[in-house]
């Protein structure tokens, strides 16, 4: 896949880096010249210095090749444009919009004239906001969040001493809004569990579950045995 990134921020750089590293073409667009000299040192694509919300900087990126083109900025309505550009020069490209402030985010998500021109809308601070609230309300999570469905993947780990090591997956009483969508035993074996599933004695759950029922599925899993048992 060949992508576009608008900004080399620190947003930016990180996205271009993992892309990289799972093999897609990727290309920068960024305004400061020093970022953008210092970025050609530090990744192994193209790094144009240069305007994303300018026709021909597009053009010199190779828009109308591009799979994918996303603008990184902390600018909102520079990432605006730029997707609305990219959107115009090649209709069947990804768009991906990063805004900053979450009011924009909701106006341009409720606007359908401008949904058209973006897949996908990211506020990286909304997400961060929310990822450390749901730290402060329920620690002690390896989590991975899903904002707008209410849900979370969650991961715990068990070992001899754990209640329920041992256990099928039917006898668990899980909450009705959880559910156990992999298990890894001691030694790494990934097994997709059914209800005649046997937790191992040591290893990983992972959980999908909506935010309510956090608190249970965190009591169940955390649950010790007794000393004399």
């Known amino acids: 896949m060949y992508v576009i990134i608008m900004g ?3 947003v930016g750089y990180l996205v271009a880096k993992m892309l990289e590293e ?5 290309t920068i667009i960024e305004m400061d010249r020093d970022r953008a000299k210092e970025l050609s040192l530090m990744i192994n694509g193209l790094v144009i210095e240069g305007d994303a919300t300018d026709t021909k900087t597009l053009e010199e990126a190779n828009i109308k090749q591009a799979d994918a083109f996303a603008a990184l900025t902390g600018r909102d309505d520079a990432n605006l444009l730029a997707c609305i550009l990219a959107k115009s020069l090649n209709p069947n490209i990804k768009t991906s919009l990063r ?16 949904k058209k021109y973006f897949d996908f809308v990211i506020s990286p601070e909304e997400i961060a906001a929310e990822y450390i609230s749901r730290n402060i ?12 469905e209410g849900a979370e993947i969650v991961r715990f780990t068990i070992d001899e ?3 329920v090591a041992g256990k099928l997956v039917k006898d668990l009483n899980l909450p009705r809004d959880a559910l156990i969508v992999a298990i890894y035993d001691g030694k790494g074996n990934l097994i997709i569990p059914s209800g005649d599933t046997k937790l ?3 290893g990983q759950i992972i959980i999908f579950a909506k935010n309510s029922a956090l608190k249970e599925v965190k009591e169940l899993f955390e649950d010790r045995k007794e000393e004399s048992e």
């Open 8 to 10: 080399a921020g620190r």
């Open 22 to 26: 799972d093999g897609h073409d990727v």
């Open 99 to 114: 805004v900053s402030n979450p009011k924009n985010r909701r106006i341009f998500e409720e606007v359908k004239d401008l």
């Open 137 to 148: 309300v329920t620690p002690g999570f390896d989590r991975v969040l899903f904002p707008k």
């Open 161 to 163: 001493n754990s209640k």
């Open 200 to 202: 191992p004695e040591k």
